[in-house]
């Protein structure tokens, strides 16, 4: 994460909490669609849909390559997220277990 050279880490510290508190408030899908739209930019919002893809096919096993294939995500970034999922701080996991039918 970039850091805001004049914030202090206890200022950014809750500048993110304001922004995670946001999230928790949003109702449905449909809210938190319009808050990220609103929030980042196309690409941003591309980027974060391409992980939590990628996420799906490692969570299946295929292979990075194949991955890469299907989405077109760097290989680099695919290996960053196979990294969190599983020495990450477990968010990607969490939403796994939650969204899980």
């Given amino acids: 994460m970039k850091p805001n050279r004049n914030e202090s880490e206890r200022k950014q510290r809750r500048a993110e909490d304001a922004l995670f508190t946001a999230l928790v408030a949003l109702k449905n899908a449909a809210e938190i669609r319009s808050f990220f739209e609103d929030l980042c930019t196309p690409a941003e919002l591309q980027a974060l849909v391409d992980r939590w893809q990628v996420v799906e096919y490692l969570q299946q096993e295929l292979p990075y390559r194949k991955i890469h ?33």
């Fill in 69 to 101: 294939d299907l989405t077109g995500v760097s290989v680099t970034t695919i290996g960053r997220v196979a990294r969190c999922l599983t020495d990450g701080a477990g968010g990607y996991q969490t939403a796994i277990d939650r969204t899980s039918h």
